[in-house]
Nanobody, 113 residues
C-alpha cells in the first residue's frame, strides 16, 4: 500500500505561481497530477514516468512543469501564469510496479484577484 501526501496549494492572484509537491511512501512508477474543478469531472494535468518524457494537458502546456525525484519518490508541479480557470482541487496520482493506482487526498488551488 502506497500513501501519497500532497502539499503546496493555496490562494494566488491571476498571473501568479504555485508549486505543488507530492511524496509517495514507497517506490512508484508513473506519477502525475489531476485536477477537479467544481461541477466538472477530474481531468489530467500532467504525468511523468519513472524514466521518460512528461505529458501535459493542452490547457497547461507552456505554463506548468512536472518533475520528479526518483530517489525521494516525489513529484512536483510548478504552475506559472495561473489563470482563474486553473482553480481546482489538485490530486496526486501514482501507479506502482504492479499496476495498482493510488490517489492523494487533494490540495486546493484557488486563482482569484
Amino acid at each position: 500500500q502506497v500513501q501519497l501526501v500532497e502539499s503546496g496549494g493555496g490562494l494566488v492572484q491571476p498571473g501568479g505561481s504555485l508549486r505543488l509537491s507530492c511524496a509517495a511512501s514507497g517506490s512508484i512508477g508513473t506519477m502525475g497530477w489531476y485536477r477537479q474543478a467544481p461541477g466538472k469531472e477530474r481531468e489530467l494535468v500532467a504525468t511523468i514516468p519513472s524514466i521518460g518524457l512528461p505529458n501535459y494537458a493542452d490547457s497547461v502546456k507552456g505554463r506548468f512543469t512536472i518533475s520528479r525525484d526518483n530517489g525521494k519518490n516525489t513529484v512536483s508541479l510548478q504552475m506559472n501564469s495561473l489563470k482563474p480557470e486553473d482553480t481546482a482541487v489538485y490530486y496526486c496520482r501514482a501507479t506502482d510496479w504492479y499496476g495498482v493506482t493510488y490517489w492523494g487526498k487533494g490540495t486546493l488551488v484557488t486563482v482569484s484577484p
